[in-house]
């Protein structure tokens, strides 16, 4: 609460721990000789012994002034040259939960919401003085500010897709977001006690999803698990711990000793279904993000290929469909119907007997169109592979679609699995390029945006489109030009993973508001897009 009384033309402002604000002042007869809080200044010399003038813009909070965010003008005030400010206190890049909010400054913080109402998280480079505090820090650790101590517009940040202004870690970010690589291929993973973990990260990480932990003693946490694509029986899966404020506390390898682990997918039930990509001999596994059950190879797969990305469709719990794809020039679309599901320990129809089918195309006209079946001719399958969709790679269902993509040809082929008819369409300059119905079709609401990732060249990165189909670019680097792998985001939706596969770096994006990134997530890439 704050009380208030005037004295000779002057106001204080005493607030309830005892401090004194002096409200703000212009004194348009004498501005030689100016008091704290008054104006209008030009230089020091018109402020009084131990005042310094203050050069402000419109409604810019002067510091220990009271008034300044109401003050359109843009005059300037004296204020004190040397006040009482408070010592960094650094408890670490990853504080201990009983320290949030984060106090005046106190950090590291990455987000305006780490700090205490009213602060801000003020994001610095390496020796940058941290505005309205005492120390040097020469880490590039961020601490909690009042906005009223720094002529530096510290407005909550607001996150605009597409307009790429920060730079940092080698990124080009969109407004208002903020990064820090969590684990490097080749070196230890650190973890928030300042601590690292036993194993090192692996070799050319590619696809990853997260998964909720449900672990007690990691309550509100979860589990990002990460393909290696790596050969010679060097590759597998890796699983990062993360609590719930975003800081990893574990590291595993949940899957060792396989080879070319590049895509995969998640199953209904939350576990990890990781695809090895060996011409002719690849298998598939199902893998548990926490590593307490063994992984196990599916029965889909199981008669070996070059095997890329995993989908389902469970709208008839009775007759669930598995699907799988195969980049390889005569690698057929692979359907997996278990015999006998259950759904008391679904882990397990996966590698039980089933039905395997395989995808043949009969396009009319064009091409762009045409109807589908599903053939036990393997042989069948992979000729009318090689002739219309050779060397598929990432595959989704959303809803009654199946989405899969074949990257020689760039097309994206979007089945319906109710009419059995589909469509096709060009990733030559994005996907969903003038098909916003689409787009439309797989989110749920206009704040939301559909993210995806397309590699090579300037393009890598992370992209999206929104309910109208425009399309913005989220994140790309001027210094890693190779394959953008890993998109995933967490169960909350405010951390956005993703990883430059050949410098083996494993990024975690937030937005500096806190909020949600409100997304929906559709786990296909185009290559080597052509210029827009």
Known sequence: MVHSRCIIALCLLFDSVGGIRIELKTKS??????????????????CRDGLIC???????????????????????????????????????????????????CEGDCDKDSDCQDELFCFQRASYEPVPGCNGRDSSEADYCVDPSTTSQKLARSTYVAGKLTVRKLGLLLSEGLDARIIATSGERVPYA????????????????????????WNKGGWIYVSNSETPDRKGGVGALTIDKHGN?????????????????????????????????????????????RPPQKLTLGSDGGNFESFAYDIRDRNHPRFFVTEDYRKGPLRR????????????????????????????????????????????????????????SEGIDVKGSDLYFVCKEKKHLFILDLNRKTYTRQSTKSGLFDGAPDQVERILEGKSEMLYFTEEG??????????????????????????????LSFSPDGRFMYIAYQVNGLLFCIWRRDGASFHERQLDVKSHNLESR
Request: include cysteine; hydrophobic fraction near 25%; aromatic fraction near 10%.
């Open 457 to 486: 060249g300037k393009d890598a990165g992370v992209h999206a489109r929104d309910h109208n189909g425009r399309f913005f670019t989220i994140l790309e680097s001027p210094v890693y030009n190779d394959e953008t792998t890993g």
């Open 54 to 104: 203050f050069q402000r813009d419109s409604r810019e909070a002067v510091p220990g002034c009271e008034g300044g965010e109401s003050d359109t003008s843009l005059t300037d005030y004296c204020i004190d040259e040397n006040p009482n400010v408070a010592d960094l206190v650094y408890y670490g890049s990853s504080p201990p939960d009983r320290k949030f909010p984060l106090g005046l």
């Open 248 to 292: 990893v506390i574990k590291f595993r390898e949940v899957l060792k000793n396989t080879s070319m682990n590049c895509g995969g997918g998640r199953t209904p039930w939350d576990t990890w279904v990781s695809c090895e990509e060996v011409s002719g001999k690849g298998k598939i596994y199902q893998v548990d993000p926490t590593g307490e």
């Open 336 to 391: 997996f119907i278990p015999r006998n599901p259950n759904w008391d320990d679904p882990w397990t129809m996966l590698h039980g007997s089933g039905k395997v089918e395989y995808l043949v195309l009969s396009p009319e006209g064009s091409g762009k169109k045409g109807t589908y079946e599903w053939t036990t001719n393997k042989e069948r399958a992979r000729n009318n592979a090689e002739k219309y969709y050779r060397n």
């Open 29 to 46: 007869n004498d501005p030689s000789d100016l008091g704290l809080c008054e104006g209008d200044c030009d230089t020091d010399s018109h």
């Open 193 to 216: 006690d300042g601590s690292r973990s036993s194993r090192r990260f692996h070799d050319k990480p590619d696809a990853g999803a997260t998964f909720p932990d449900d672990r007690g």
